[in-house]
C-alpha cells in the first residue's frame, strides 16, 4: 500500500499519540486506507466531469488548483492597509463560508460513517483510535484546501505587509480549521448520540440546511458590524453581540498588533480567536475520550 509524505511527517508524534493512549501502528493503518481511499473519490468541485472518462491520478491534488484559482478572490482584502478589522472580518468571514461548505459536502459521510463503527470497532481497535484517526484524516485534507483557497492572499499579504502579517494571517487559518473541524465533529456527535440507521439520514440533512442558513446569515451580518456613511473612513461600533460572530474574532489580532488598537473590544476579539478554537478541540478530545 502506498506510504503517504504526511504519514512520515505524522511518524514523528508517534510517542504523543501513545501517551494519549492510542494504537499508533492501527491509526496509521487506518490513515493510509483513508488516504488511498480519498485519491479515488472525485471531490465536490471535480463533480461535474464524473461523466467524463476518469483520468490518471488523484482527483483531489486537481481538485486543489481550483481552489487556489477560487482563492483569487480573498486577495483584494489584503492588497489595502488601513481597518484591518474591517478587511479580515469580511476575508475569514468568506474563508469560513467556504470552508463549512466544502466540510459539509465533502466529509460528512467521513465524520458520519457508521460503517468505521461496526467493522473496524469489531477488530481489536478502541474507539479513542478510530475517532483520532478520522479526526486527523478531515483535518489534514482541511488543511490542503484552505492553504490552496488562501495561498494567493497569503503571498500577496507578505509581499504587501510583511512578515508579520502572513504570520499572524497564516496561525489564524491554522485556528479557524481547528475550530472549524471541531464544531462540526461535536454537532455531528451529538447526532450521533441520539439518532441512528434511516433516521440519521434525515437529521442529517436537517443539519446541513441550517448550517448553510447560518453561515449566510453570519456572513450578512458582517457588513453590517461598519459604518460606511464615509467611505474613506469606515467606523466600526461595538456592540456585544459582535462576539458570536467568529470572522470578526480573527479579525482582532490584525487590528490589535498591526494598528496598535489596545480597545477593550478589540482584546476581547483577538483572545477569542485563540482561545475558542483550542477550547473546542479540547472539548472534542474530551467527548470522544
Not at 76 to 102: A, C, D, E, R
Not at 124 to 129: E, F, I, M
Not at 166 to 193: H, P, R, S, W
Not at 261 to 281: D, E, K, Q, R, Y
Request: proline letters at 3%.
Amino acid at each position: 500500500m502506498k506510504d503517504f509524505k504526511i504519514l512520515r511527517f505524522i511518524d514523528k508524534f508517534k510517542s504523543l499519540f501513545e501517551s494519549f493512549g492510542v494504537d499508533y501502528d492501527i491509526m496509521r493503518k487506518i490513515l493510509q486506507l483513508k488516504f488511498v481511499l480519498n485519491e479515488r473519490n472525485v471531490p465536490t468541485v471535480m463533480k461535474n466531469n464524473s461523466s467524463k472518462k476518469k483520468e490518471e491520478g488523484n482527483s483531489f491534488i486537481k481538485s486543489l488548483w481550483f481552489y487556489a484559482l477560487l482563492g483569487l478572490m480573498l486577495v483584494p482584502f489584503v492588497i489595502s492597509k488601513g481597518n484591518y478589522l474591517f478587511q479580515m472580518s469580511f476575508l475569514f468571514g468568506i474563508l469560513m463560508f467556504m470552508m463549512m461548505t466544502i466540510l459539509i459536502s465533502d466529509f460528512s459521510s467521513v465524520l458520519l460513517d457508521l460503517k468505521d463503527k461496526n467493522i473496524i470497532l469489531s477488530k481489536p481497535v478502541n474507539g479513542k483510535t478510530l475517532s483520532l484517526a478520522k479526526t486527523i484524516h478531515i483535518t489534514i485534507y482541511m488543511f490542503y484546501i484552505t492553504f490552496s483557497f488562501t495561498a494567493p492572499a497569503l503571498l500577496v499579504s507578505l509581499y504587501k505587509h510583511g512578515f508579520l502579517f502572513f504570520t499572524i494571517f497564516l496561525l489564524e487559518i491554522i485556528l479557524m480549521d481547528l475550530l472549524i473541524v471541531a464544531l462540526t465533529a461535536l454537532l455531528y456527535l451529538l447526532i450521533l448520540k441520539f439518532f441512528d440507521g434511516e433516521k440519521l439520514k434525515d437529521i442529517i440533512n436537517y443539519v446541513q440546511i441550517l448550517l448553510t442558513i447560518a453561515l449566510s446569515i453570519g456572513y450578512q451580518l458582517i457588513g453590517r458590524l461598519f459604518d460606511f456613511s464615509d467611505i474613506m473612513n469606515i467606523n466600526f461600533v461595538p456592540k456585544w453581540w459582535q462576539c458570536l460572530i467568529p470572522s470578526v474574532w480573527f479579525g482582532g489580532p490584525f487590528e490589535l498588533i498591526l494598528n496598535n488598537n489596545h480597545g477593550s473590544h478589540i482584546i476581547l476579539f483577538s483572545a477569542l480567536a485563540l482561545i475558542i478554537p483550542v477550547l473546542s478541540i479540547i472539548l472534542y478530545i474530551i467527548c470522544k475520550s
